[in-house]
């Protein structure tokens, strides 16, 4: 191991690989300023480490790019703890509004990240053939239809109720509120009405049928 290496890994990286601590540093400077114009000369000065070490320990910028977003997603999710429903507790309707701002929060964050990335196709294919970074593998999307599964088996949802459905719904209204803004090349975040998430859900939930 070269001296610059050896230092980078004596100061503060926690016992850390230097592979992870490549991973790591590039993760912070992308929670820091996101992914647009990210080089692999300014992850190895924060790393403090030579421009060539980092292709030592990866197939190229696109890998660490893509594992180091993985762990950008990750560290979101830590930070806004888990999903704010547990079956049986609150109300299925005051449950659901809690879990689609929770949703609404998560692609937020994750925003200014993928912004940078739509012109780097290769970064954003390795990055989806990662697990999940959300609910230890799970996903989004499975974390709710279990929570659904669950309220329905307790009695609380229509025996009829459909929580795949469902949840794709909830899903698909993070994406329409968030994520066509990164087509729009707009990388900040929306401004997204605080009674949005009540409005669908009493939707979801009403229903659209008429009564009879």
């Given amino acids: 191991m070269s001296p610059r290496k050896a230092a980078a890994l004596r100061d503060g990286t926690d016992g ?3 592979r992870e601590h490549l991973v790591a540093t590039a993760a912070r400077l992308i929670a820091e300023r996101g992914t647009a114009g990210l080089t692999v000369r300014d992850i190895a000065r924060e790393a403090r480490v030579a ?7 990866f197939e190229g910028k696109e890998e660490l790019l893509a594992l180091a977003l993985h762990a950008h997603v990750r560290s979101v999710e830590r930070d806004l703890g888990p999903l704010p429903a547990v079956p049986g507790e609150g109300t299925v309707a005051g449950n659901l509004s809690a879990c689609l701002t929770y949703g ?3 692609h937020t ?4 990240a993928f912004a940078g990335l739509i012109s780097q196709p290769e970064v ?3 990055f989806h053939a990662l697990p999940n970074p959300l609910g230890e593998g799970r996903g989004l999307h499975t974390m709710l239809t279990d929570y659904l599964h669950a309220e329905r088996d307790l009695g609380r949802l229509s025996p009829g109720a459909d929580p795949e459905a469902a949840a794709t719904l909830l899903v698909g209204a993070c994406h329409e509120l968030v994520l066509p803004r990164l087509l729009r090349g707009t990388p900040t975040p929306p401004e997204i009405p605080p009674t949005v998430a009540e409005t669908l859900i009493t939707t979801l939930m009403n229903g659209l049928a008429p009564s009879t």
């Fill in 16 to 18: 850390l690989s230097l």
């Fill in 51 to 57: 421009d060539g070490v980092l292709y030592n320990h």
């Fill in 104 to 106: 609404l929060a998560l």
């Fill in 109 to 112: 964050a994750f925003l200014p």
């Fill in 124 to 126: 954003l294919a390795r």
